[in-house]
C-alpha cells in the first residue's frame, strides 16, 4: 500500500497533485502567498479530523477521567491510539501491562479499581498516513484554495473535487470502520 508522509502535505504536493495549471493569484492580482495555503491545508486536516472523528497529527494527549469499575473501561477522546504512555489513579501510577488498548477505538480496559479519578497520557495520530488519507486532504485543501480564488471561474473543477472528496470521505469511513459515541 502506498503511504505518504505528512510531511509531504506541503505547499507543492498540493499545486502537482491538484493545481496544475491553476493561476494561483488573489482577487488583487498578487500571487497567492505559499503561507496562505500551506493555512488551508491545516485547515482542511483539521476538519477531516472532525469529520473522521480521529486524529491525524501525532501529538500526546494529557487526560483526565472518572473510571467506573462498574464498566472497567474508558474511551478516550482522541484516537486512534499509538500508545499509552501513563496511568495514575490519584497519585498511584497503574502497570501499563495490565490495561488492554483497542488502539483504532480509544478504549482502554483496566483492572478492577472502584470508582477513582484517573489521570492518563497517551500518544494520539497517524505516523503515516495511507495514500487516500493524503489524497483526501488534498482534494479538500484544493476546494478550499479554488474557493479563495474565485467561485465562479473555477465551479466545474471545485464541483468535480466535490465529488471525488465524497467518495474518498465514503471509503475513509469503511475503512476506518469508526462509530461515534455521543
Known amino acids: 500500500m502506498n503511504s505518504i508522509p505528512l510531511k509531504s502535505l506541503d505547499v507543492n504536493w498540493l499545486k502537482q497533485n491538484y493545481l496544475t495549471g491553476i493561476a494561483l493569484i488573489g482577487e488583487n492580482g498578487q500571487e497567492l502567498p505559499d503561507p496562505v495555503i500551506e ?19 501525532e501529538r500526546t494527549i494529557c487526560d483526565e477521567n472518572t473510571f467506573s469499575n462498574s464498566y472497567n473501561y474508558l474511551r478516550t477522546r482522541y484516537r486512534p491510539i499509538i500508545e499509552v504512555i501513563s496511568i495514575k489513579s490519584g497519585t498511584s501510577p497503574i502497570d501499563i501491562s495490565s490495561v488492554v488498548v483497542d488502539k483504532k477505538l480509544g ?73 461515534n459515541i455521543a
Open 107 to 179: 478504549d482502554i480496559t483496566l483492572p478492577p479499581l472502584g470508582s477513582t479519578p484517573l489521570l492518563f497520557s497517551y500518544r494520539v495520530g497517524i505516523p503515516d498516513v495511507e495514500f487516500n488519507m493524503a489524497k483526501t486532504i488534498g482534494l479538500r485543501a484544493a476546494i478550499d484554495v479554488l474557493i479563495l480564488l474565485n467561485v465562479k471561474k473555477y465551479s466545474s473543477k471545485i464541483k468535480s473535487y466535490q465529488f471525488l472528496l465524497k467518495d474518498h470521505l465514503d471509503t475513509l469511513r469503511k475503512e476506518w470502520r469508526l462509530i
Open 39 to 57: 493555512d488551508k491545508i491545516k485547515t482542511a486536516i483539521s476538519q477531516l479530523e472532525s469529520d473522521l472523528d480521529i486524529s491525524i497529527f
